[in-house]
């Protein structure tokens, strides 16, 4: 129903910026909200973030709080993570997603998301 495509990964030192994109195709409506997450060997899954598709509202995990910055753009269907003054705890592999919206409550676990792009690495060099 709904793909994801993640793209714009790479190495970078600590304290520059990236900036990740997940294209959206298949029935895409404005009822998804978008999440990112992101996972380092030997680590759980983390929440990054998400922002609702309809209002723009986002919602951040306390360690990348002012420092991530997500985004939507409705022409190009695509929703982008700018990542700024990285750390090398960042390093991690980064999957977008989509889930259902809920009037009530954001989604922050990965069970509430029901499709997944294929992921993209991000590497931070001290």
């Known amino acids: 129903q709904v793909q994801l495509v993640e793209s714009g990964g790479g190495l970078v030192q600590a304290g520059g910026s990236l900036r990740l994109s997940c294209a959206r195709s298949?029935?895409?409506?404005?009822?998804?909200?978008m999440g990112w997450f992101r996972q380092a060997p030997g680590k759980e899954r983390e929440f990054v973030g998400t922002?609702?598709?309809?209002?723009?509202?986002?919602y951040y995990t306390d360690s990348v709080k002012g420092r991530f910055t997500i985004t939507r753009d409705n022409a190009k269907n695509t929703v982008f993570l700018q990542m700024d003054r990285v750390k090398p705890e960042d390093t991690a592999l980064y999957h977008c997603?989509?889930?259902?919206?809920?009037?009530?409550?954001?989604?922050?676990?990965?069970?509430?998301?029901?499709?997944w792009g294929q992921g993209t690495q991000v590497t931070v060099s001290s």
């Open positions: 997603a989509a889930g259902l919206t809920r009037w009530t409550t954001v989604l922050t676990t990965a069970n509430q998301y029901r499709y």
């Open positions: 298949g029935r895409t409506f404005n009822s998804y909200d």
């Open positions: 922002i609702n598709w309809s209002t723009g509202e986002t």
